[in-house]
């Protein structure tokens, strides 16, 4: 099970592709050839994980665009984003990584 910190921020892999159909999405790992088709929630949740600097601020504008409790949210969230990390669509890295440093 992927132990998954709020703290971290999530992008996709160049390997693989997006694809956004109406309100819907499909991810296709290019190496794997496996894809993931995203409902409505599930494409919401992508788009701001992988826009978001952390994945607390994706979680947090979820809590506002969404009725749910955040404890099910949070779960939701934990497990879309351990089935899309496991499937090799999806990276977790530290906050930092990759980000230029304030001068």
Not at 59 to 64: K, P, R, S
């Amino acid at each position: 099970m992927l132990t998954l910190s709020f703290t971290e921020r999530a992008t996709a892999p160049a390997h693989v592709l997006v694809r956004f159909l109406d309100r819907e999405s499909v991810l296709l790992n290019l190496e794997t050839e496996q894809y993931f088709g995203l409902d409505e929630t599930g494409t919401r949740m992508w788009q701001l994980v992988t826009a978001s600097p952390n994945i607390d601020a994706a979680y947090e504008e979820l809590l506002a665009e969404f009725d749910v409790e955040p404890e099910l949210l949070h779960s939701n969230l934990t497990e879309l984003l351990g089935q899309l990390v496991e499937n090799g669509l999806l990276q977790v890295l530290p906050a930092d990584v990759g980000t230029i440093p304030p001068i």
